[in-house]
């Protein structure tokens, strides 16, 4: 039974990347040695310990609550819309417009002023509805584009692969702000900072090698040459 425990540790630790089951698989086999009072399993029970101080110590990572928060970035990319393209429209230059009392030769300069701000204005009048920066079939390209990528990086949270998971939430910032970057800035700031603030997370932990299989091993061993 102290075998089987200790093989379910190993197995959160290489497949799961699961120290906290680990930890608990582990605290199960000195259970079970406490119940035993055999001299012969006090080098077991040491490396035990060893194990155990060395998993306590390791940083958890939230793994569910990272996920959960990456698959939100999922729903807020899949509603992203840009805004439409703003024109003004200036008024006739037959609305009224305050006339000087003055001499000729004051009115003759007021209209000479007049018709150089004039040229500087650029009038525009649309006789169809504006439409978007980016089409509807390019926006959902782009949509599609940063979904894929976001289920890269939550593929990379689960299998603890920070390499890759911190490469596809920089690649996602990196093609929000170029191709996204005519979005509101209180939609674009929150959905970068989340983005940095995602990517600075420590998905991957090193992981030691559990002393307690080895010391395992050498007493199955010892007990083996005895019989």
């Not at 807020?76 to 429209?89: D, I, V, Y």
């Not at 200036?90 to 018709?115: I, T």
């Not at 204005?121 to 782009?142: F, K, N």
Request: glycine share 4%.
């Amino acid at each position: 039974r102290v075998a089987d425990a200790t093989a379910v540790a190993e197995q959160a630790l290489i497949i799961s990347h699961d120290p906290a089951q680990a930890q608990q698989a582990l605290l199960a086999a000195d259970r079970l040695l406490s119940a035993q009072g055999d001299i012969a399993l006090l080098p077991l029970r040491r490396a035990l310990q060893q194990d155990l101080a060395v998993l306590a110590g390791l940083p958890r990572v939230d793994v569910a609550g990272v996920y959960l928060r990456l698959q939100n970035l999922d729903r807020r990319f899949a509603t992203l819309a840009l805004p439409r393209e703003a024109g003004q429209r200036l008024l006739s230059s037959s609305a009224s417009s305050p006339k000087p009392q003055a001499s000729d030769a004051a009115q003759a300069l007021w209209a000479q002023g007049l018709e150089k701000f004039r040229a500087l204005v650029v009038i525009r009048d649309y006789d169809e509805p504006l439409q978007p920066l980016l089409d509807a079939s390019r926006l959902q390209l782009v949509r599609d584009q940063l979904g894929l990528l976001g289920s890269q990086a939550e593929l990379a949270l689960l299998r603890a692969d920070g390499v890759v998971y911190r490469a596809a939430l920089e690649s996602l910032s990196l093609r929000i702000q170029h191709q996204l970057a005519a979005l509101p800035s209180a939609t674009l700031t929150p959905l970068l900072n989340e983005l940095a603030a995602l990517q600075a997370l420590q998905v991957q932990v090193p992981l030691p090698a559990l002393s307690t299989r080895s010391a395992l091993d050498a007493l199955l061993q010892s007990t083996e040459t005895r019989l």
